[in-house]
Protein backbone atom coordinates (compact mmCIF):
# COMPACT_ATOMS: atom_id res chain seq x y z
CA UNK A 1 0.00 0.00 0.00
CA UNK A 2 1.31 3.12 -1.01
CA UNK A 3 -0.13 6.24 1.46
CA UNK A 4 0.56 9.88 0.38
CA UNK A 5 0.31 12.92 2.50
CA UNK A 6 -1.01 16.17 2.32
CA UNK A 7 -1.12 18.40 5.44
CA UNK A 8 -1.25 22.15 6.80
CA UNK A 9 1.95 23.33 7.60
CA UNK A 10 2.32 25.28 10.56
CA UNK A 11 0.14 23.59 13.11
CA UNK A 12 0.52 24.83 16.60
CA UNK A 13 2.33 22.58 19.24
CA UNK A 14 -0.99 22.15 21.06
CA UNK A 15 -2.27 20.03 18.27
CA UNK A 16 0.73 18.30 17.13
CA UNK A 17 0.37 15.20 19.62
CA UNK A 18 -3.33 14.01 18.41
CA UNK A 19 -2.43 14.79 14.66
CA UNK A 20 0.88 12.48 15.47
CA UNK A 21 -1.41 9.95 17.03
CA UNK A 22 -4.01 10.04 14.45
CA UNK A 23 -1.14 9.38 11.68
CA UNK A 24 0.34 6.43 13.32
CA UNK A 25 -3.39 4.90 13.75
CA UNK A 26 -3.43 5.19 9.76
CA UNK A 27 -0.06 4.22 9.29
CA UNK A 28 -0.25 0.87 11.92
CA UNK A 29 -3.74 -0.24 10.28
CA UNK A 30 -0.97 -1.59 7.35
CA UNK A 31 1.19 -4.35 6.78
CA UNK A 32 4.84 -2.41 7.23
CA UNK A 33 6.58 -4.97 4.99
CA UNK A 34 4.27 -3.55 2.02
CA UNK A 35 3.80 0.12 3.47
CA UNK A 36 5.29 3.06 1.53
CA UNK A 37 4.83 6.24 2.35
CA UNK A 38 5.37 9.46 0.02
CA UNK A 39 6.13 12.81 0.79
CA UNK A 40 7.42 16.00 0.58
CA UNK A 41 8.57 16.34 3.88
CA UNK A 42 8.21 19.85 4.73
CA UNK A 43 7.83 20.45 8.74
CA UNK A 44 4.60 19.09 10.27
CA UNK A 45 2.18 16.47 9.08
CA UNK A 46 4.54 15.48 5.86
CA UNK A 47 7.61 14.98 8.39
CA UNK A 48 5.65 13.13 11.11
CA UNK A 49 3.74 11.13 8.44
CA UNK A 50 7.30 9.48 7.69
CA UNK A 51 8.73 9.54 11.24
CA UNK A 52 5.38 6.93 11.90
CA UNK A 53 6.10 5.00 8.38
CA UNK A 54 9.61 4.51 9.82
CA UNK A 55 8.94 3.56 13.08
CA UNK A 56 6.40 0.92 12.19
CA UNK A 57 8.58 -0.86 9.83
CA UNK A 58 7.79 0.89 6.55
CA UNK A 59 9.06 2.18 3.09
CA UNK A 60 9.41 5.94 2.46
CA UNK A 61 9.83 7.91 -1.19
CA UNK A 62 10.55 11.86 -1.11
CA UNK A 63 8.69 13.85 -3.88
CA UNK A 64 11.33 17.00 -4.32
CA UNK A 65 9.24 20.23 -5.90
CA UNK A 66 12.06 22.18 -6.33
CA UNK A 67 16.00 22.31 -6.03
CA UNK A 68 15.53 25.11 -3.58
CA UNK A 69 12.32 23.48 -1.82
CA UNK A 70 14.48 22.94 1.46
CA UNK A 71 15.52 26.45 1.51
CA UNK A 72 12.10 27.46 1.89
CA UNK A 73 11.39 25.61 4.96
CA UNK A 74 11.95 27.20 8.19
CA UNK A 75 15.81 26.28 9.27
CA UNK A 76 15.05 24.31 12.66
CA UNK A 77 13.24 21.64 10.19
CA UNK A 78 16.73 21.52 7.70
CA UNK A 79 18.59 18.36 10.11
CA UNK A 80 14.87 16.45 10.18
CA UNK A 81 13.83 17.34 6.29
CA UNK A 82 18.05 16.01 5.71
CA UNK A 83 17.76 12.72 7.80
CA UNK A 84 14.44 11.63 6.35
CA UNK A 85 15.52 12.60 2.79
CA UNK A 86 18.67 10.16 3.79
CA UNK A 87 15.78 7.78 4.97
CA UNK A 88 14.28 7.50 1.46
CA UNK A 89 14.29 4.34 -0.41
CA UNK A 90 13.59 6.39 -3.39
CA UNK A 91 13.91 10.15 -4.54
CA UNK A 92 11.49 11.81 -6.93
CA UNK A 93 11.79 15.49 -8.61
CA UNK A 94 10.27 17.96 -10.33
CA UNK A 95 13.15 18.96 -12.21
CA UNK A 96 11.61 22.46 -10.99
CA UNK A 97 14.47 24.96 -9.70
CA UNK A 98 12.50 27.82 -7.42
CA UNK A 99 10.35 26.61 -4.86
CA UNK A 100 7.03 28.27 -5.80
CA UNK A 101 3.17 27.32 -5.24
CA UNK A 102 3.52 25.88 -8.80
CA UNK A 103 6.56 23.62 -8.11
CA UNK A 104 4.69 22.67 -4.49
CA UNK A 105 1.40 21.47 -6.53
CA UNK A 106 3.37 19.87 -9.01
CA UNK A 107 5.17 18.35 -6.30
CA UNK A 108 1.79 17.22 -4.55
CA UNK A 109 0.29 15.80 -7.69
CA UNK A 110 3.19 13.59 -8.65
CA UNK A 111 2.76 12.43 -4.72
CA UNK A 112 -0.92 12.12 -5.63
CA UNK A 113 0.18 9.73 -8.94
CA UNK A 114 2.83 7.41 -7.21
CA UNK A 115 -0.08 6.63 -4.16
CA UNK A 116 -2.96 4.11 -3.57
CA UNK A 117 -4.16 6.39 -1.26
CA UNK A 118 -3.81 10.00 0.31
CA UNK A 119 -3.99 11.00 3.93
CA UNK A 120 -5.11 14.52 4.07
CA UNK A 121 -4.49 16.22 7.34
CA UNK A 122 -7.36 19.00 6.86
CA UNK A 123 -9.47 21.61 7.96
CA UNK A 124 -11.81 20.72 5.11
CA UNK A 125 -11.24 24.58 4.91
CA UNK A 126 -10.26 25.97 1.41
CA UNK A 127 -6.47 26.61 0.69
CA UNK A 128 -4.83 29.81 1.95
CA UNK A 129 -2.89 29.94 -1.14
CA UNK A 130 -2.52 27.68 -4.95
CA UNK A 131 -0.80 24.57 -3.73
CA UNK A 132 -2.40 24.32 -0.23
CA UNK A 133 -3.71 20.86 1.47
CA UNK A 134 -7.47 21.66 -0.26
CA UNK A 135 -5.96 22.19 -3.95
CA UNK A 136 -4.13 18.49 -3.00
CA UNK A 137 -6.92 16.74 -2.08
CA UNK A 138 -9.36 18.39 -4.66
CA UNK A 139 -6.59 17.12 -7.18
CA UNK A 140 -6.44 13.65 -5.90
CA UNK A 141 -10.39 13.34 -5.72
CA UNK A 142 -9.79 14.44 -9.76
CA UNK A 143 -7.77 11.66 -10.53
CA UNK A 144 -9.99 9.11 -8.58
CA UNK A 145 -7.87 8.27 -5.71
CA UNK A 146 -9.45 7.86 -2.49
CA UNK A 147 -8.39 10.78 0.58
CA UNK A 148 -8.54 9.73 3.75
CA UNK A 149 -8.91 13.19 6.14
CA UNK A 150 -7.27 13.22 9.65
CA UNK A 151 -8.50 16.05 11.79
CA UNK A 152 -8.52 15.11 15.20
CA UNK A 153 -11.05 16.50 17.72
CA UNK A 154 -9.46 19.73 19.13
CA UNK A 155 -6.89 20.79 16.03
CA UNK A 156 -6.28 24.30 14.72
CA UNK A 157 -4.74 25.67 12.39
CA UNK A 158 -1.88 29.25 13.01
Same mark, same amino acid.
Given at each position: MRLGITGH =?????SSEEAVRVALAEVVQGHDPGELVGVSCIAD?? @????? !? %???AHGGRVEVV?? %?? !??? #???? !? !??? %? /?? @? #? /??? =?AAEVHSTGMKESTSKAHQAGSEMLVGLADELVAVWDGL? %??????TADVVAYARGADVPVRVVWPEGATRD
Open positions: =RGMPPGP @DAWFV !E %AVLIP %AM !EYR #EGLP !E !EHH %A /LY @D #E /LLR =RP %ARGYGG
